[in-house]
């Protein structure tokens, strides 16, 4: 049988493939050399475990433009991320605004909290695109507007919203990022774009291992834990101490999946997002010519730019979704994703719904050459319906 080529991956917005070198190298190393529960003991390998977590709220606040890493809260993903702020910060009757682009870790944490607390919602217009119009935000902002939270790269037409815009009108309102698919592909400051909630998934565009991920809570901001229990420090007591990061990290930590978190975000800082994004666009431009070439093929989602992110929806005439999916991995090991995305509020308000689009997502170890393939396999499924 004559020799396959290796697939190509194009599902990085699910999780990122592969991963730096850097990333296995470090959880093996600390894996054969040391036991890994931090900030429980005094001895050498309990105090290196809690040097391991440090370096890495260090390396995540740095790429966050954060001051004081004590802010950065590690947790096992953007979804828990999400419903600490979300279930912590939302109290009986408050006006929440959002928008229909929004994943189901947002979107289902506040249709729980509009059952039972009662919170009230309202959503930015959306465009066919995708894109969300933020310069309604001044409309739909109440006395008792309590925050906003908006996905802030989507993770089904790569569209990005405009943070700068909602942090300038948000008034008293609280903003809250849901940067799943940004952090680590797009510039983010929380300080600088008025970010009082960053929630981070550590496996996508920061190259960690699932399993990691976490959230920035400005300083000020009183909010409640969901989980609660031993964290190693003020252990005389019994409540949970009330300071970040220890409030919200009850339990021994996933010290091995931070540290290849870590080595993830070291791989982002010291190629630059800068040259990772310059990247990224130039194979999303490469692809979105590239299909707007295939007859009976529908792009959803912005053209190509710097106001887009390397997420790319297609439909493609004469087949289904999951069969298009199916074939493009059976027949030519192209990889991409058919389906909701875990966003059918998304895909309503792109009209995919309840089909769902066929999801391209790039990543930075991505080449031309498979952006190539990846076209050649749609126009031979699509000579093919
Ligand atoms: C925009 C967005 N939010 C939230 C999530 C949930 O991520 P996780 O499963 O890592 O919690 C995803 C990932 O699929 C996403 O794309």
Not at 20 to 31: D, K, W
């Given at each position: 049988m004559p020799d396959q080529p290796p697939p190509v991956y194009l599902d990085n917005a699910a999780t990122s493939f592969p991963k730096p070198a850097a990333v296995a190298e470090t959880m093996a190393r600390l894996l054969d050399t040391t036991a890994l529960s931090p900030?429980?003991?005094?001895h050498r390998y309990s105090l290196a475990a809690g040097r391991v977590i440090f370096a890495a709220r260090e390396t995540l606040a740095a790429l966050f433009g954060c001051?004081?890493?004590?802010r950065i809260v590690f947790t096992n993903n953007v979804t828990t991320s999400l419903n600490i702020g979300l279930q912590g910060l939302l109290r009986p009757g408050d006006h929440v605004i959002t928008t229909g682009m929004e994943h189901n870790s947002v979107m289902r944490p506040l249709r729980l909290l509009e059952r039972l607390r009662g919170i009230r919602l309202s959503f930015l217009p959306t465009a066919?695109?995708?894109?969300?119009?933020?310069?309604?935000l001044p409309r739909l902002?109440?006395?008792?507007?309590r925050l906003i939270v908006v996905?802030?790269?989507?993770?089904?037409?790569?569209s990005l919203v405009d943070l700068a815009t909602l942090a300038r009108f948000k008034g008293d309102a609280l903003l809250m990022v849901d940067?799943?698919?940004?952090?680590?592909?797009e510039a983010i400051d929380v300080t600088a774009q008025g970010i009082d909630f960053l929630a981070f998934t550590?496996?996508?565009?920061?190259?960690?291992?699932?399993g990691t991920g976490g959230f920035y809570l400005r300083p000020g901001i009183v909010l409640p834990p969901l989980v609660v229990g031993?964290?190693?420090?003020?252990?005389?007591?019994e409540v949970q101490p009330d300071f970040a990061p220890d409030a919200y990290e009850?339990?021994?930590?996933?010290t091995l999946g931070i540290a290849g978190l870590a080595a993830g975000v070291a791989f982002v800082r010291e190629t630059g997002l800068a040259a990772i994004r310059r990247h990224e666009e130039t194979l999303t431009t490469r692809l979105l010519d590239g299909l707007g070439q295939i007859p009976g093929l529908t792009v959803y989602g912005p053209g190509p730019?710097?106001?887009?992110?390397p997420v790319v929806s297609i439909r493609l005439a004469g087949i289904s979704v999951s069969d298009l999916a199916f074939a493009l991995d059976r027949d030519h090991g192209i990889l991409g994703r058919g389906g909701l995305h875990c966003a059918p509020a998304a895909h309503r308000s792109i009209a995919?719904?309840?089909?769902?689009t066929l999801r391209l997502s790039l990543g930075y170890f991505n080449t031309e050459a498979e952006i190539d393939s990846c076209l050649a396999a749609l126009d031979r499924v699509r000579s093919r319906c």
């Amino acid at each position: 049988m004559p020799d396959q080529p290796p697939p190509v991956y194009l599902d990085n917005a699910a999780t990122s493939f592969p991963k730096p070198a850097a990333v296995a190298e470090t959880m093996a190393r600390l894996l054969d050399t040391t036991a890994l529960s931090p900030g429980r003991a005094a001895h050498r390998y309990s105090l290196a475990a809690g040097r391991v977590i440090f370096a890495a709220r260090e390396t995540l606040a740095a790429l966050f433009g954060c001051r004081d890493s004590s802010r950065i809260v590690f947790t096992n993903n953007v979804t828990t991320s999400l419903n600490i702020g979300l279930q912590g910060l939302l109290r009986p009757g408050d006006h929440v605004i959002t928008t229909g682009m929004e994943h189901n870790s947002v979107m289902r944490p506040l249709r729980l909290l509009e059952r039972l607390r009662g919170i009230r919602l309202s959503f930015l217009p959306t465009a066919a695109t995708g894109e969300v119009d933020v310069d309604a935000l001044p409309r739909l902002l109440a006395s008792d507007t309590r925050l906003i939270v908006v996905n802030h790269l989507s993770n089904v037409t790569g569209s990005l919203v405009d943070l700068a815009t909602l942090a300038r009108f948000k008034g008293d309102a609280l903003l809250m990022v849901d940067a799943a698919q940004s952090a680590g592909s797009e510039a983010i400051d929380v300080t600088a774009q008025g970010i009082d909630f960053l929630a981070f998934t550590g496996h996508k565009s920061l190259f960690g291992p699932t399993g990691t991920g976490g959230f920035y809570l400005r300083p000020g901001i009183v909010l409640p834990p969901l989980v609660v229990g031993g964290t190693g420090s003020n252990s005389e007591h019994e409540v949970q101490p009330d300071f970040a990061p220890d409030a919200y990290e009850a339990g021994t930590p996933n010290t091995l999946g931070i540290a290849g978190l870590a080595a993830g975000v070291a791989f982002v800082r010291e190629t630059g997002l800068a040259a990772i994004r310059r990247h990224e666009e130039t194979l999303t431009t490469r692809l979105l010519d590239g299909l707007g070439q295939i007859p009976g093929l529908t792009v959803y989602g912005p053209g190509p730019g710097p106001h887009r992110g390397p997420v790319v929806s297609i439909r493609l005439a004469g087949i289904s979704v999951s069969d298009l999916a199916f074939a493009l991995d059976r027949d030519h090991g192209i990889l991409g994703r058919g389906g909701l995305h875990c966003a059918p509020a998304a895909h309503r308000s792109i009209a995919t719904y309840p089909e769902g689009t066929l999801r391209l997502s790039l990543g930075y170890f991505n080449t031309e050459a498979e952006i190539d393939s990846c076209l050649a396999a749609l126009d031979r499924v699509r000579s093919r319906c």
